[in-house]
């Protein structure tokens, strides 16, 4: 788990002993998420929901809400696309690492945390696609990302 993670998990109280958020609290982090955008907490907000992805990566619900938070926190800081590409290569680098590798879902949440900075980003939105693609389980998610680059 990214150390970003482990603190975020930490400071809202959902690690484990062993640093492994359990798949019950999914719910909770979603909410937790859901609080932090009612209070303009971005920021703690797609944390929470990139947590709650790596639990559970095809959980559609919170991929919907991340990405309206990534759009909300991108708009309100007012960072050019270019700028925000720029600043998300060191996590473009690791997905294309993770898939390489074929360690998809790693792949997948890289690509969350480079949409960080440019939520708008189609190669990075299309890497998501063709990580999902190579899932067993990740058609829905695939579909659904497609459907949002359209």
């Not at 150390?3 to 019950?24: D, N, R």
């Not at 999914?26 to 859901?34: E, F, N, Q, T, Y």
């Not at 700028?83 to 998300?88: A, F, I, R, S």
């Amino acid at each position: 788990m990214p150390h970003a993670l482990k603190s975020a998990a930490g400071a809202i109280g959902w690690i484990t002993v062993s640093g492994v958020v359990e798949m019950a609290d999914v719910s909770k982090l979603i909410k937790k998420a859901d609080d932090a955008i009612e209070r303009r907490n971005y920021d703690l907000a797609i944390e929470c929901y990139i947590l709650a992805l790596e639990v559970d990566f095809a959980n559609i619900d919170a991929r919907t809400k991340l990405r309206a938070a990534q759009l909300r926190s991108f708009a309100e800081k007012g960072v050019s696309p270019f700028v925000g590409t720029l600043k998300g290569i060191p996590q473009i680098a690791a997905a294309f690492i993770h898939g390489a590798l074929k360690h998809h879902e790693k792949a997948i949440v890289a690509c969350e945390y480079a949409l960080r900075t440019n939520p708008s980003n189609i190669p990075v939105l299309k890497m998501i696609i063709s990580n999902a693609e190579a899932l067993e389980n990740g058609q829905e998610l695939a579909c659904w990302q497609r459907g949002e680059i359209l």
